[in-house]
């Protein structure tokens, strides 16, 4: 009787996992058929839904914790959760995909946290002639520095030449079309973008009543050799402000890369500078002029190291009176993985107290979830 037992439960278990590895083919088999199906039933236009699998987005949470200390602030010292942003991208269908970030950030001068819409919008996938549309929340494709998002930047503070004109950057709502211009000799596209006002800004109206805001950016791109790209921009904003008048700002970047095919995950250099001209209405009284410029050189010393360094300078009217703020600041960086890094910034600058003041950031950055790859 125990010979037939034992005999019993071994014939028990290989049929156990004959059925189990053919059940588990089967599935894989399935699963492949069920989305090559659905797909092809959206691309045709049949298709009346989707599975779970495709219809569910990419979500991703990314956190930014700092400290600091700034000897000429009233709280020299503090810290707090910075920033926490919510991603949720997905393609809607084989024609277009949709991208949403949901913000919620503290302000350092109240203590408060607010919560927004950073981006959400639409973008076409399958247009004719080289040309892409993009609609709802967006950030305009002026300069380099406003598109990326802060946790990405390799600084903790924004050049104060871009901040007395964008503060953190410069969003609206309203639509992008982007042309891939057809040539052969370097990369070239051209951007035109109209929003209905800003969302904050301090040189823009934020009252839709007002006026719209138009913009338009060129992107020149080469590729000098297998090691080193150029990029050359050039770009330009124009809209209603505050004081029923206009605003006019163009500018220019320039930003040179040297990342060695052979070791690129572990050295690289950035070379990245942009130039400002504003001109800013300010009715009966006249326009204001204002130039500023910030420069940027990026080093990756080894694989998980970066140091970076930057100076900007602006000429702003304050009052009856012409300032010239500037800042230099020295960032290092340490990249744990691509999901986790630490910074540590030191800046010195003029533009609080009249005198040169140093403070000193930290700042830990941490990524949940699946998180879409960012511009080059």
Same mark, same amino acid.
């Given at each position: 009787m125990k010979a037939i037992g034992i005999s019993i439960l071994i014939m028990l278990i290989t049929t156990a996992t004959k059925t189990y590895s053919q059940t588990d083919s089967f599935s894989q088999d399935s699963l492949l058929q069920v989305i090559s199906s659905e797909m092809n039933e959206v691309s045709s236009g049949n298709g009346a839904g989707r599975s779970l699998s495709i219809s569910n987005p990419r979500i991703s949470v990314i956190g930014d914790l700092q400290t600091w200390y700034q000897p000429n602030k009233q709280h020299s010292l503090? *810290? *707090?959760l910075n920033e926490m942003e919510f991603a949720f991208q997905s393609a809607v269908d084989p024609y277009a995909r949709a991208d949403v970030f949901f913000t919620v950030e503290h302000n350092a001068e109240t203590g408060e946290n607010s919560a927004g819409i950073e981006e959400a919008y639409v973008t076409t996938l399958s247009l004719p002639a080289q040309l892409q549309l993009r609609a709802g929340r967006i950030k305009p494709a002026f300069g380099r520095i406003n598109t990326p998002h802060s946790h990405t930047n390799h600084f903790l503070d924004y050049p104060g030449s @871009? $901040?007395?004109?964008?503060?953190?950057?410069? *969003?609206g709502d309203g639509f992008s079309l982007s042309w891939l211009i057809p040539q052969t000799l370097f990369y070239q596209e051209l951007t035109a973008e109209v929003m209905n006002? *800003?969302?904050e800004s301090p040189v823009f109206s934020t009252?839709?009543?007002q006026g719209l805001l138009y913009s338009a950016h060129l992107k020149n791109f080469f590729e000098l050799n297998e090691n080193m790209t150029l990029e050359i921009g050039l770009s330009a904003l124009s809209g209603q402000n505050d004081s029923s008048d206009n605003s006019h700002i163009l500018?220019?970047? #320039?930003? #040179? !890369?040297w !990342?060695? #095919?052979?070791? =690129?995950?572990? !050295? $690289?250099i950035s070379w990245q500078s942009e130039v400002y001209l504003a001109s800013l209405g300010q009715g009966s009284i006249g326009s204001a002029q204002s130039l500023g410029m910030y420069s940027m050189l990026s080093w990756q010393f080894a694989k998980r190291w970066i140091a970076t360094g930057r100076y900007d300078y602006s000429n702003v009217i304050k009052g009856n009176a012409l300032k010239h703020p500037w800042t230099a600041a020295l960032l290092f960086g340490w990249y744990a993985t691509e999901f986790q890094k630490l910074e540590i910034e030191s800046s010195w =600058?003029?533009?609080? $107290?009249?005198?040169? +003041?140093? +403070?000193?950031?930290?700042? @830990?950055i941490f990524v949940i979830g699946s998180h879409g790859a960012h511009q080059y």
């Open positions: 503090g *810290a *707090a @871009w $901040s007395q004109l964008f503060d953190q950057g410069l *969003a006002g *800003a969302i009252q839709p009543q500018g220019g970047d #320039l930003t #040179l !890369k !990342k060695p #095919l052979q070791m =690129n995950t572990y !050295k $690289s =600058n003029n533009q609080y $107290s009249g005198q040169n +003041g140093p +403070g000193v950031k930290l700042r @830990w």
